[in-house]
């Protein structure tokens, strides 16, 4: 239950249930389950400490019991909150080791999701050819086991660094192919970070109103999965393009409304 409401973007609520979950987990097993929902949710709030903290309990865990495969998620995991914090030291030695373990023992989809974190960083650090080799070795694996949402965070990770590169054409391009595949799946939160993608592109090349258009469109999708980091981003590009307009912000001087 936890799990489906951190998905509706509850997040409060799935913190409560895990809590609830880990206090009468009788088993490593499900301990381990509890600690990663808390560990996730709080990573989806910003929560990096307390997210560290829960995935750190998580591995130590599967350390102690044996669960080679749960130990690698939760290293992955591990690595995404240093990412998060731009500590690419931490989070590229976390990822080559879950990485070690999901070849061993033969886990696809987590093999592919390390492959697509290293490329983040490697990406970050402007190492393009590494990241590009990075991230086709993701999606190609995400293509060959049916895995959709990865594909698609393939494709929109391809698409930034398209962009990155002055490769517009081509960016937009595999930020509309990610966005159908959100799309076709009911991905929320994928949808609007393609959307937003798509929309940042636009206004650099100066089509305001197609940007403005997806941007408003990604905020409300932000909106309703409680993704209040979006929503901001969405809104800095809506009033960035107003001011230099010269219109009215999208967003109200303090005090003012009822």
Do not use: W
Request: include cysteine; charged fraction near 25%; glycine fraction near 8%.
């Amino acid at each position: 239950m936890g799990s489906v409401q951190r998905s509706q973007g509850r997040h409060q609520e799935a913190i409560s249930l895990f809590q609830q979950a880990l206090s009468i987990a009788t088993s490593a097993g499900d301990q381990e389950r509890a600690l990663s929902g808390l560990g996730g949710t709080h990573y989806l709030t910003s929560k990096y400490a307390e997210a560290y903290q829960y995935y750190t309990r998580a591995r130590d865990i599967c350390t102690r019991i044996g669960d080679d495969l749960g130990q690698a998620h939760a290293i992955r995991r591990l690595a995404k909150v240093h990412y998060a914090q731009l500590e690419l030291t931490q989070a590229k030695e976390a990822y080559v080791r879950a990485r070690d373990i999901f070849s061993r023992v033969g886990n696809q989809s987590g093999l592919a999701d390390t492959l697509r974190g290293l490329g983040n960083i490697s990406r970050h650090r402007s190492e393009h050819t590494e990241a590009e080799e990075f991230y086709n070795q993701a999606r190609h694996i995400y293509a060959r086991i049916g895995h959709d949402r990865g594909q698609a965070n393939a494709l929109t990770r391809m698409g930034k660094l398209c962009r990155d590169r002055s490769e517009d054409t081509k960016a937009e391009e595999l930020f509309k192919q990610a966005l159908d595949i959100y799309s076709r799946i009911g991905d929320d939160l994928g949808r609007a970070n393609a959307k937003k993608s798509i929309g940042v592109l636009y206004l650099a090349q100066g089509l305001n109103t197609k940007a403005k258009s997806l941007l408003e469109e990604a905020r409300s999708l932000y909106a309703q999965v409680s993704n209040s980091k979006g929503e901001e981003e969405c809104s800095h590009q809506l009033d960035v393009m107003t001011i230099e307009r010269g219109e009215s912000s999208t967003t109200p001087p303090p005090g003012s409304g009822n």
